[in-house]
DNA sequence: AAAATTTTTTCATATTTATTCCTCCTTTTG
DNA sequence: CAAAAGGAGGAATAAATATGAAAAAATTTT
């Protein structure tokens, strides 16, 4: 049911200007769906919709990059299932993964392109990660070990 | 002061990752720029920024196609000038317009690329919207009504 | 340079969106 | 099969964002 709510949801927002999710679960009411603002806001989420200023208002509209939508979550999962711990010392932040995956984590991370990682450095179960000053990392190390949970 | 601060925005969002509008008033807060969420709201419409998904959390972004920003606001004040009343009927919006205006508010209608307008014929000083069904032309008339305020 | 007009901003809220906590299913496992 | 585990969704609510009205600041006019 969730699969097709969300491909329903796709064509909703392709046919008409969706400015609020509360139109949004309005519309998928009237085509069956019996969901509520708390559910589509959900979807929205996992489907990386963009809410868009346009002329007149705002509308969600999907995200031009195609597959986009999909590494999202997968980066997520992967960084989840490869790191231990995440500390972090002066500018920089350690992060421990299981033996042999800090290459995957490192280019995990790479593929966030958060700006504010100057860059890391892997190897067997450890990755450096570089930051511009300490109150950054540890900012960064606090966001990444949310990641975790 | 504005511009230098929408300016400071763009630099700021593009080299660190800003979740909230309250994070971004305080990175304006620290440039000494002292304006408060809702001056920032107002920005990020101006300027168009998107809130992007992205794994650990969404995040504000430039919009990629360049010039879009600026056209927004142009779109909405030739509408603005150039309508002067907006009525509907059945399927159809009719607009009038001053005189010789019509096909530029129709050019300006066409640009939104509004799924729900299925096409436009401008006369001289009217302008025929053509939508799917009576109860859409009520809704968009409304919304085109908004935006002459 | 005072007055008038327009623009920008803030404060106080309204509106919209995200999240927490709980329940109900479905699937997996012992 | 029963219990455990995990996902999905709703209700309530927290958090974030947008907006109306008034004030302040900037600009233009007289």
Redesign the pocket.
């Known amino acids: 049911?969730?699969q097709k709510?969300q491909n329903a949801i796709l064509k909703i927002i392709e046919e008409m200007c969706i400015?609020?999710?509360?139109e949004l679960s309005d519309q998928l009411q009237r085509r069956g769906f019996?969901?509520?603002?708390?559910?589509v806001?959900?979807d929205?989420?996992e489907l990386c919709l963009l809410?868009k200023q346009t002329a007149g208002g705002?509308r969600y509209t999907a995200p031009e990059k195609e597959g986009f939508r999909e590494s999202v979550g997968k980066v997520h999962s992967i960084f989840q299932s490869a790191v231990k711990t995440v500390d972090y010392a002066m500018h920089t932040i350690v992060i421990r993964t299981l033996a042999g995956m800090a290459d995957a984590a490192a280019i995990t991370l790479e593929s966030m392109e958060w700006p504010e990682i100057l860059g890391t450095i892997a190897g067997d179960d450890t990755v450096l990660v570089i930051l511009r000053d300490a109150e950054t990392a540890k900012m960064i190390a606090d966001r990444l070990s949310g990641m975790l949970k």
Do not use: E, G, H
């Open positions: 049911m969730k709510r400015r609020t999710q509360d019996d969901v509520t603002q708390a559910t806001s959900r929205i989420k809410k705002s």
